[in-house]
């Protein structure tokens, strides 16, 4: 019995994007909470936390557009197309963001504050272009078997707008929780009183998801709520529920690490969620990972390369946390 090649890449390509919206989210999430922070000393601790590993987070995002190219070229083609303007916004807030990350702790006091901008703007976009290239992406994209047969602006919806806001307070929470973990004093209590705010507005969110998506896309309803897939999926809104109110209770009692574990074990249900909504279609609503696959001998040869350099990346991702492991203090400096 072979290996299946389109499932392996699936699950490669699924791995990175969740490494990615796991680690680049909380650095995204810091530059959405300047926006509640103005101490310059505060903002730089908050930096220095993400400065030594924000740059190799978005290997993660590398790893997954690159296996979507090698393993499904169909699927990366109609995709990029239909969600072009939406990707182009998330690379432009990568790009203002990179270079603040770069220039702020090496401008002038008095020019601070124009790199203390684009870092804020920056996340924004980049946060908000994701979630809505997210929803676009669930409520299915224009597909006639060769090619992507919509109009430029169909990722334009209610829907999708709402899924950019969605995670916006997903993002924020990671940020907060992150930095609660990583820092002390005052800037660790400020983070402590944003984030139950947070957890309210992301759980309020995932609910309304959880609602619109079934009432909008009937085959999505199907896939939830036809037995016995029911009883098969019913733990998981259980588990975001006992996982939010676990995390209402780290955060109450002050856990330093915990609310950071328990906000990942939300956006990995999320994420489950979303793939028992879609799963194994690669382009929403119908075409599957197999119907848009590359040729096998195509996906074998990429597949042997991949699988030598995920353990590096493995590695040194694990290595680079554990060198800068430990609370963040004023001084502190890894530019």
């Not at 004093?185 to 992301?202: D, S």
């Not at 040869?301 to 004023?330: C, D, E, Q």
Request: hydrophobic share 55%.
């Amino acid at each position: 019995m072979g290996i299946d090649l389109s499932l392996t890449w699936a699950i490669i390509i699924l791995f990175g994007v969740m490494m990615y919206v796991v680690m680049d989210g909380f650095d995204l999430g810091i530059g959405l909470l300047f926006l509640r922070v103005h101490d310059e000393q505060d903002r730089d601790i908050m930096m220095n936390t993400v400065a030594p590993v924000w740059d190799g987070n978005e290997t993660w995002l590398v790893l997954g557009g690159a296996g979507l190219f090698a393993a499904f070229p169909l699927a990366y083609a109609v995709v990029l197309e239909a969600l072009a303007i939406p990707l182009i916004v998330m690379l432009l807030g990568l790009i203002f963001r990179g270079v603040a990350f770069e220039f702020r702790f090496k401008a002038s006091p008095e020019r601070r504050h124009v790199w203390d901008k684009a870092f804020i703007g920056g996340s924004l976009l980049a946060t908000a272009a994701q979630g809505v290239a997210l929803g676009a992406y669930i409520q299915g994209i224009a597909f006639d078997g060769s090619r992507f047969s919509g109009g430029a602006l169909d990722w334009l919806t209610p829907f999708s707008l709402f899924c950019g806001v969605g995670l916006l307070f997903a993002y924020a929470l990671l940020g907060s929780t992150w930095l609660i973990m990583k820092t002390e004093g005052a800037l660790q209590q400020r983070m402590y009183r944003i984030t139950k705010p947070l957890i309210l507005g992301l759980l309020l969110m995932i609910a309304l998801v959880s609602v619109w998506t079934p009432l909008a896309y009937p085959n999505i309803a199907a896939r939830w709520f036809a037995l016995p897939n029911l009883l098969w999926f019913l733990p998981v809104p259980l588990l975001v529920a006992l996982t939010g109110w676990w995390l209402w209770r780290a955060v109450t009692y002050q856990d330093t690490a915990l609310p950071f574990v328990l906000v990942l074990g939300l956006v990995f249900l999320g994420y489950s969620g979303l793939g028992i909504s879609l799963w194994p279609t690669i382009i929403p609503p119908d075409a599957s990972i197999w119907q848009v696959a590359a040729p096998a001998q195509s996906q074998g040869f990429a597949l042997v390369g991949t699988l030598f350099i995920l353990p590096i990346i493995l590695m040194y991702t694990a290595w680079s946390y554990y060198v800068f492991r430990g609370k963040v203090k004023p001084g502190d400096a890894y530019h």
